[in-house]
């Protein structure tokens, strides 16, 4: 059985978004972030050096990196689904959205996150973020222009990865500055699994 080693409030949702969709059995052993400083718990450790989630564990191998931990679980267990075919132009496109969520796209979008927990005034950070924000999103905008989903018109990988990045921007207030996005993530929302994960996430949490 798969275990998830899952922090609260972490891109882990998404994998157990992941997880339900393709259906496997999974387990979840839940941690939670430190009230004060919000880092994850010195447990963590012990699964991983990093003590960073998520982290699964699937038969004695042990995986970090939310972009490894999708591709892992797609190609072992997905049975054609969540990806397109390799060697093919829409996989090409789909690895870029994959690793994308968790590079270009995620940055601006954390160092405003930071900015604003630190709460101090700043000489940069504070603009750049903002200006960053609104090129990666304006990027993202456009090309879900005329989409349903972010590659070959169904649910891949690729989504799992950036609902995370979508829920940043509900929470920071300015997905309606991006109507594309803002139909794109009603349509994640559409999955009941998703919901389902929202859930499981409340549930596991303090």
């Not at 990806?83 to 968790?102: C, D, I, K, M």
């Not at 989903?149 to 300015?174: H, K, P, R």
């Amino acid at each position: 059985m798969i275990t998830l080693h899952h922090l609260n409030k972490s891109r882990s949702k998404r994998i157990i978004w992941l997880l339900e969709e393709l259906g496997v059995d999974y387990q979840i052993k839940p941690y939670q972030r430190d009230s004060v400083t919000f880092l994850a718990p010195p447990e963590l450790k012990a699964v991983h050096p990093l003590g960073k989630s998520p982290v699964i564990e699937d038969n004695g191998v042990v995986i970090t990196e939310s972009g490894a931990i999708t591709e892992y679980l797609i190609d072992k267990y997905g049975a054609g689904k969540f990806s397109p075919n390799r060697g093919t132009s829409e996989y090409v496109e789909y690895s870029q959205w994959l690793h994308f969520a968790e590079s270009s796209g995620i940055l601006p979008l954390l160092l405003k996150v930071f900015v604003l927990k630190d709460g101090c005034e700043t000489n940069f950070l504070n603009d750049y973020a903002d200006i960053e924000t609104s090129k990666v999103m304006s990027y993202v905008n456009d090309s879900l222009e005329g989409k349903t989903y972010l590659v070959a018109d169904q649910l891949t990988g690729a989504d799992f990865m950036m609902s995370f990045i979508i829920e940043i921007l509900e929470a920071n207030g300015s997905m309606h500055l991006y109507p594309n996005i803002e139909l794109y993530s009603k349509q994640i929302q559409s999955h009941a699994t998703y919901h389902k994960a929202n859930a499981i996430e409340i549930e596991h949490s303090a």
